[in-house]
């Protein structure tokens, strides 16, 4: 994570010092860079200066950062930020904190930007009280966004998640049926139901969240009940590609639509595009890496050779870069020796296979 920590004041300045340090040398947070900025009064060598109006320059920082501490009187904070804010999935977290450090308030995105956890943070190593207001996390219970974020989801509809939120807050049971393992501690009215219990359980609760990487799900049983329910999309399917030179994004782009759509798999769980190294500078794969908002991972070729015997192999494939197999290999890697969902495909001069990441542990 990137923080920007937001200064007027020698003093303000000086407490953001002190949590600059204590951050960098905190293990237990992630955070890659703390920038401090402050006035051109007392800037320095640590520091950078605030230039041109204050909302201005809010705005050009906004989206630059991942969390955002302001350490000054929150009515300015509101002010500055009012114009920039887009949607809880966008948004940075911002905190603000009395130059005093006796307080640390989560203002924005307390959950999806981690506002929540970085106040508690701050607070922690500055000795300070944290401020946290979400209705789920002052009831000690879990909202949908934070649980889609532990487990590195997708929320599919923001409203259903609004709704599905509310019943938990107001201590409505709610039901999970999940196709990934959950590894959260649960509040005791989010109830997990197995494919042999749902029956049971439905008729105890008042919404459902599944947790699926499929396009479109059928639960009869939540139709006859009609409840409110909302999907969550695990980031677990791997894309692994190889394709002849200069091959168009747009042609690896409907290939890889036409695979998913006929696996109803949904494209917002594509975690990671995989190919060959030899083709790491293919303009195609990145645009379609861009396209599907995911990540690209390159597989040296001697990775492959090691594992190529468990995949069937082209010998013109192999004299021409060394390795006789390249999309099932590389997805096969990239899932972490995951489960395959479609094997070769060839289409129109790619190859592509599709593969659901194994999760250890």
Request: net charge neutral.
């Amino acid at each position: 994570m990137k923080w920007a920590i937001v200064t007027l004041t020698k003093g303000a300045l000086n407490q953001g010092k002190i949590i600059q340090k204590k951050i960098k040398n905190e293990n237990q947070v992630q955070v890659e860079e703390v920038h401090i900025y402050t006035s051109t009064k007392w800037e320095g060598n640590d520091s950078y200066r605030i230039e041109g109006g204050f909302s201005d320059f809010v705005g050009r920082i906004f989206y630059k950062y991942d969390m955002i501490l302001f350490i000054m009187a929150s009515g300015i904070v509101v002010r500055s930020i009012s114009k920039y804010i887009q949607h809880k999935s966008k948004d940075p977290g911002i905190l603000v904190m009395d130059e005093g450090a006796s307080f640390v308030i989560s203002l924005l995105s307390g959950h999806l930007g981690r506002a929540n956890e970085g106040a508690k943070i701050v607070a922690s190593l500055i000795g300070a009280q944290s401020v946290i207001t979400t209705a789920s996390d002052v009831k000690g219970t879990m909202a949908v966004d934070t649980m889609a974020m532990k487990l590195n989801c997708e929320i599919e509809d923001f409203d259903d998640a609004k709704e599905i939120t509310s019943l938990i807050v107001n201590d409505e049971r709610v039901g999970i049926i999940s196709d990934i393992r959950i590894n959260l501690d649960l509040p005791q009215d989010i109830i997990e139901i197995s494919s042999e219990t749902k029956d049971r359980h439905l008729e105890d609760i008042n919404g459902m969240i599944y947790i699926t990487n499929k396009k479109s799900i059928e639960d009869k049983r939540v139709r006859t009940f009609n409840l409110p329910s909302v999907i969550l999309i695990p980031k677990n399917i791997i894309i692994g590609i190889g394709c002849r030179k200069n091959i168009p994004g747009k042609k690896i782009i409907e290939a890889i639509d036409e695979a998913l759509e006929k696996l109803n798999i949904n494209k917002g769980s594509i975690k990671t595009i995989s190919t060959v190294d030899i083709k790491k500078n293919e303009s195609g794969i990145k645009e379609a890496s861009e396209h599907f908002d995911c990540g690209l991972e390159i597989i040296d070729r001697q990775e492959i050779s090691m594992i190529e015997d468990k995949f069937k192999t082209s010998e013109f494939v192999k004299k021409t870069i060394g390795v006789g197999a390249v999309c099932e290999p590389c997805g096969y890697i990239s899932s972490n020796a995951g489960k395959c969902l479609l094997r070769k495909t060839a289409v129109d001069g790619i190859t592509l296979s599709i593969w659901e990441e194994k999760i250890n542990g």
